[in-house]
């Protein structure tokens, strides 16, 4: 029989690692932006000939 409670903590210790990476590479992203000098922010507006991906 699997032992559940093995496997759930086994995928909240890996879900955790991922949220930690997402972070960190946010972190990184912004730090980047931030050490440009006079960063200009830019607002980025969707197409208004976009239609949905999926063909719906």
């Known amino acids: 029989m699997p032992d ?3 496997m759930y903590i086994k995928m909240a210790q890996e879900a955790e690692k991922a949220i930690r990476i997402l972070i960190a590479a946010q972190q990184d ?3 980047l932006y931030l050490s440009e000098e006079n960063p ?4 980025l507006r ?4 976009s239609e949905c991906t999926d063909g719906k």
Do not use: G
Not at 40 to 43: G, K, T
Not at 46 to 49: H, Y
């Open 4 to 6: 559940y409670k093995q």
């Open 29 to 31: 992203c912004e730090n």
């Open 40 to 43: 200009e922010p830019v607002l």
């Open 46 to 49: 969707p197409r208004e000939d």
